[in-house]
């Protein structure tokens, strides 16, 4: 049973006239022998909560920092009607800061044998599945003087996706796409193009790629064009060791590189090429191979939605192996990795000869712009011995990324928001250029 706030209102009004109008003792008892009569006559008369009937339907994936609408469908089979307060628990982190009170509480009214729908709105801050808890229903007597209250379990889970907020910069990385892709076609022949066609010799281009033979049968000077090669292979690999875990802002830096695989995912499927996933710290934590242009982002999608950082050193070398593994013929391997000297020069320097020898290699790094904050700051002692520290720091990222360079892999290091655009570009310099 449960009493309400009226309840206590009435008694102490009831207990208040009493005193003032009988102040006996039969007459409390009389006041307080009608009120616990109307109490459970309003107790008798609530409908009761264990038969009820409840079902979900609704939103099941949505965009990290995107609503999900989750619909509780309360059907009342008993003969009085139901008068109720319903609180839908899921976890704290299932809704926007500051709504889950007012979110997760409904009143409803159900009348005999019907049905009634109630709306909860979440708001995922975290990637993830979350899950729904219990529904807590509270019956109410007509006077709203007590009422029953019992518990449901009522499962329903909601996937909160990567929110993907670079897929803003997919337009136009797209436009100059088309522009590789046979409208402005490549005059140099790389690794990665393929013949074209055939037009007439304008000055400014280069002789080397002169058709002799075609340009005998015509009566001008023919020259190939080139454009870049599809169906190749590309192939991300995440690092989901502890330094994955470092936060930049308001996120660990996992949730960039995440953000910057998909947006080099989206282009590269659109380009006809086919693109794998390795996540790896010490172990192979996801893998999507060999899917469709039509399945790989999807799939990549909900591979990486459970993807969090572990509080682990990277095995670098059972990473290169795996990696290795899944690119038995030339691939574009893109590490997505810290520039830690002391991991990079005691784990991935020695593996990337084997690296190297036979597929193009992109490192990919996400920086902290705090850095460049702190090194900027003078004024007080504290700002000083920071601005040294941070300065120190960049430096060792530079010369980090120098030695990456020279052994012949292509360095990015940039703020979360500003990684997966530079990725892209590079990604479609690389075909440009004929390296892929």
Known sequence: MALTGRTALLAALGALVVGLVAPSWAGIGTVTLLLLLAVAADLVLAAPVRSLQLTRDGDTRVRLGDAAEVRLAVTNPAGRPLRALVRDAWAPSSWHPGTSWANSRHTVTVPAGERRRLTTVLGPTRRGDHHAHRVTIRSLGPLGLAGRQGAHRVPWTVRALPPFASRKHLPSRLARLRELDGRTSVLTRGQGTEFDSLREYL????????????????????????????DRHILIVLDTGRGSAGRVGDAPRLDAALDAALLLTALATKAGDRVDLLAHDRVRRAAVVGRSAAEVLPAFTDAMTTLEPALVETDLRALTAAALRMSPHRSLIVLVTGLDAGATEDGLLPQLPLLTKRHEVVL?????????????????????????????TRADRRRTAERLTRHGVTVLDAPPAALPPVLADTYLALKAAGRL
């Open 203 to 230: 000055p400014g281009d280069d002789v080397r790629s002169i058709d002799w033979r075609a340009s005998a049968r015509r009566s001008t000077v023919a020259v190939r064009t080139w454009r870049p090669e599809r």
């Open 364 to 392: 990919a790094s996400v920086a902290d712009p705090r850095l460049d904050e702190l090194a900027a700051a003078r004024g007080t002692l504290d700002a000083v011995y920071g601005a040294a520290a941070a300065e120190q």
